[in-house]
């Protein structure tokens, strides 16, 4: 198997040392074009892992890898530039006075010149949708169109892995909506290791492999139908199950035996329907 | 108290550059005790709709009756105040206002500036603490100090002690996790049934609207698009798509069921195991 | 609330004076504001009214834009006229009624003080009129750049202006909302004795206060996130260019100023 390009080896993390561990040991590997929401109740650590992959913030023990490089110091600056990161408050993270200002601050930041620039805003503002506001200010834009600017910011300097952590929390669902269309198609296109922090269960049914934390540990990966379909457990650790799911698991309490674990309506329909055809 | 609005429109800066109708010829009724969820996107009118209820906006044209209490153009209810005490407000992100030293003199404020009494006031913070989930020995500690979902239960407990008669909740969930999203939701339900509320909730959530009300206003663009018994609106699927708004999932789900089944499943806000039973009748033609 | 933020507020527009670079517009206000000390005869003050309104119909502004913006001054400009009429007792006596005793030369200075006033501000406001404040915050980088060489920390100073500016309108949102919130549990902003008025600021106050403590913090975590590293090494989008058109209006207001030295009167 290709080599992953984020590994989380061991890790664990603390504020300071009188306080306990927000992470106690914990490895994961994420791939290149590979999709992966991490899901857990507030508290759960995963904003916290998110932090540690772009050197926000660095473990006390194990070691955090991009590409094969671990995170520290030295290295965090180029470290960034392949990780990009889309925090929940949309209003916090514009920089800019306009949209355009806000899409150049990343490539800014790393020195690159103004036609270039120029080319990438364009390009990056295109992609997610927003190709008309260049010149507009932030208040005049919708909580998604700010979070759609963020995105468009992060892919300017090319990043191979990008993380939404908790971007949508705050947005209503067309906005929600918007995010989520524009991400899935930018994931595909540009190969991107895309990791989700959420709560949203529309959102997790979209990926590609679902990290369940509870407690700063790991509590369980997997599909998400494998995971979804251990219904009661994760909702003793506070988290819900999608609706088609949870149908299905009392479909099954009521003696009709579905031959996999569906995720979407269409699927379950299929399933009662092959039941329905040999009753 | 009962909430009446007669034609009411609500336009911000009128005759400027920046004139907006806010709300445009709306008319109804919320009787006593109900529990009504406003639907709709950003922009539609909702907030604007929900700052009418305690008078922090008067009606550009219209009357609004609340209880006794009656708002039009340039009549402020005499007693505003008054208004204010038994009409309670939780807004978005209500731990935005908390600003006292500790969580008793936070919860104190609201019923402080309404008058009450510091033993009434201390007996209703003894009453109100359990009834948001919080314990006793978080009084004296700084509201600063509690965490993101503490914080917000403290803003609510807040509201709660000055005792209002009508609550008006605009998302109150936003931004928690299922558990506390769940939590805060069931809470109010409880209280609208102990306290004999009548409850106004703003939400994005149709499985919420379905869950708890009984009545469902649907906005659009300042005008009312839409009104009645949370299972008659959910099921016009289409009505609601050309506003942009989905229909919950378990109405979705029964939709695609009687289609590909060619089967009729009436709808009365069944939940997922009285769905999951009647479906399986079905399949097994005892339906 | 909405109201205030006319005054001074950038008009989109194409004029010419829009299209200025902001250090031309800069540099000629500045001097602008000294030779308007040095006016003092009619030649002299009708050289610089005509600039300014040849300034303001070029900018294209609406009028009534420009008149809002004058409205907090109109108080100033007709209380300075005032104090001069009533003060000054040089010239001849021109009234003479029950306590007034107005005098020509109180008259002339009183006029000559208003439109001194009224030039001013006119030409300051054509500036935040045309001018983005983040075109502001550029020329002033660029304009304080050699002070870079003693340490002064520019590019700090003027990423702090852009995002000031930035963040207005988030908070004044958040304070329309906070106000909301309070006078929601009861907290009178309008009645009252003062005293009591500005103890309901304090929930205002403290929650505002809190809210733009986190707003910073989680702002300077997204810039880093973002690779910002301070001004170092840094390229940047925004270039100021100076055009034919910035020479010609230096050279034109060159001119304007040897005609007011030309005509004022010495001695």
């Not at chain 2, 007996?123 to 965490?147: C, H, K, N, Q, T």
């Not at chain 3, 006229?81 to 306590?99: A, P, Q, R």
């Not at chain 3, 403590?213 to 260019?241: C, H, P, Q, T």
């Amino acid at each position: 198997m290709a080599k992953p390009v984020i590994s989380f080896q061991n890790v664990s993390f603390r504020y300071d040392e009188n306080q306990p561990w927000v992470l106690k040991n914990v490895s994961f590997e994420i791939h290149k074009n590979e999709w992966v929401a991490i899901i857990g109740h507030n508290g759960s650590g995963k904003s916290t892992i998110a932090k540690l992959l772009n050197g926000l913030l660095f473990p006390q023990k194990g070691e955090i890898a991009i590409n094969g490089k671990p995170i520290n110091e030295e290295t965090v600056w180029d470290i960034r530039k392949e990780v990009g990161m889309v925090f929940q408050n949309p209003d916090n993270q514009f920089v800019g006075a306009t949209v355009q200002d806000d899409v150049a601050f990343g490539m800014e930041n790393r020195g690159i010149p103004r036609e270039e620039m120029e080319k990438r805003i364009d390009e990056t503002l295109q992609a997610v949708g927003m190709g008309e506001y260049r010149l507009t200010e932030p208040h005049r834009l919708s909580g998604g169109q700010k979070q759609r600017v963020a995105i468009a910011s992060v892919l300017a300097v090319s990043p191979e892995v990008l993380i939404l952590d908790e971007a949508t929390a705050m947005l209503d669902p067309r906005g929600r909506e918007e995010i989520m269309h524009t991400v899935a198609n930018l994931q595909q296109s540009k190969e991107l290791a895309l990791i989700t922090i959420t709560h949203d269960l529309h959102e997790v049914v979209q990926a590609d492999r679902v990290i369940v934390m509870n407690e700063g540990e790991i509590w369980d990966e997997g599909l998400p139908r494998e995971i979804f379909s251990k219904k009661d457990e994760l909702q003793k650790i506070g988290l819900d199950v999608p609706f088609i799911t949870a149908l299905a698991a009392e479909l099954q309490k009521n003696g009709i035996a579905l031959q996999r674990e569906p995720l979407y309506g269409e699927e379950l329909l299929e399933d009662l329907w092959t039941l329905y055809s040999k009753m | 108290m009962d909430i009446i609005f007669k034609n009411v429109t609500h336009i911000y800066q009128p005759r400027s550059p920046f004139e907006h109708i806010a709300l445009k010829d709306i008319s109804l009724f919320i009787p006593s005790g109900s529990f009504v969820a406003v639907i709709g996107h950003t922009g539609s009118g909702k907030s604007t709709l929900i700052s009418h209820l305690n008078g922090l906006s008067l009606p550009t044209e219209g009357e609004i009756r609340i209880g006794e209490f009656t708002l039009t153009k340039d009549k402020k209810p005499e007693n505003l105040m008054e208004l204010r005490s038994r009409v309670g407000v939780v807004f978005q992100y209500p731990e935005h206002q908390l600003f006292e030293e500790s969580v008793r003199k936070d919860i104190a404020f609201g019923p402080k500036n309404f008058g009450v009494s510091e033993e009434e006031i201390e007996s209703r913070i003894r009453e109100v603490l359990p009834a948001v989930g919080l314990s006793e020995s978080l009084l004296a500690r700084s509201p600063f100090d509690l965490s993101g979902g503490q914080m917000r239960r403290v803003a609510i407990a807040g509201v709660l002690a000055t005792k209002p008669e009508v609550i008006v909740l605009d998302e109150p969930t936003a931004g928690l996790d299922p558990r506390g999203q769940k939590e805060i939701m069931e809470m109010f339900y409880h209280l609208h049934h102990s306290e004999n509320l009548t409850t106004v909730l703003v939400t994005h959530s149709m499985e919420d609207a379905l869950k708890y009300a009984d009545y469902v206003i649907i906005l659009n663009k300042g005008k009312k698009y839409m009104e009645g018994k949370p299972e008659d609106i959910f099921i016009q699927k289409e009505a609601l798509h050309q506003v942009g708004l989905d229909v919950p999932e378990i109405v979705e789900f029964i939709a695609s069921f009687e289609e590909k089944f060619q089967t009729k499943i009436p709808f009365h806000n069944q939940s997922i195991s009285q769905l999951a039973q009647h479906i399986a009748e079905q399949l097994r033609g005892v339906g | 609330m909405n109201n205030l933020m006319i005054i001074g507020q950038y008009v989109p527009g194409d004029s010419v004076i829009h299209r200025l670079d902001p250090r031309t517009k800069i540099t000629v206000i500045f001097f602008f504001v000294v030779i308007v000390f040095f006016a003092n005869n009619l030649w002299s003050y009708s050289t610089l009214i005509i600039f300014a309104l040849l300034s303001m119909f070029s900018s294209k502004v609406p009028i009534r834009f420009i008149l809002k913006g004058l409205t907090p001054v109109w108080f100033l400009i007709i209380f300075t006229f005032l104090l001069h009429l009533f003060i000054t007792k040089e010239g001849t006596k021109v009234v003479d009624f029950w306590i007034f005793e107005f005098y020509s030369g109180g008259i002339l200075q009183g006029i000559a003080i208003s439109i001194r006033f009224f030039l001013l501000i006119l030409v300051t406001s054509l500036l935040t009129l045309t001018t983005t404040p983040i075109e502001i915050t550029d020329a002033v980088e660029e304009m304080l750049a050699p002070l870079k060489k003693v340490k002064f920390p520019v590019h700090e100073l003027a990423l702090m202006m852009s995002i000031s500016l930035r963040f207005i309108p988030t908070l004044m949102q958040e304070t329309e909302k906070i106000s909301r919130a309070q006078a929601s549990r009861g907290v009178d902003y309008r009645t009252g004795p003062l005293k009591e008025r500005i103890k309901a600021i304090v929930p205002l106050l403290v929650p505002l206060f809190v809210s733009a403590f986190k707003r910073a913090e989680e702002l300077a975590m997204a810039m880093e996130a973002r690779g910002y590293r301070g001004g170092e090494g840094r390229s940047k989008l925004r270039e100021l260019r100076i055009e034919k058109i910035d020479i010609g209006i230096y050279i034109f207001f060159i001119i304007v100023a040897a005609i007011v030295f030309a005509t004022r009167s010495y001695g």
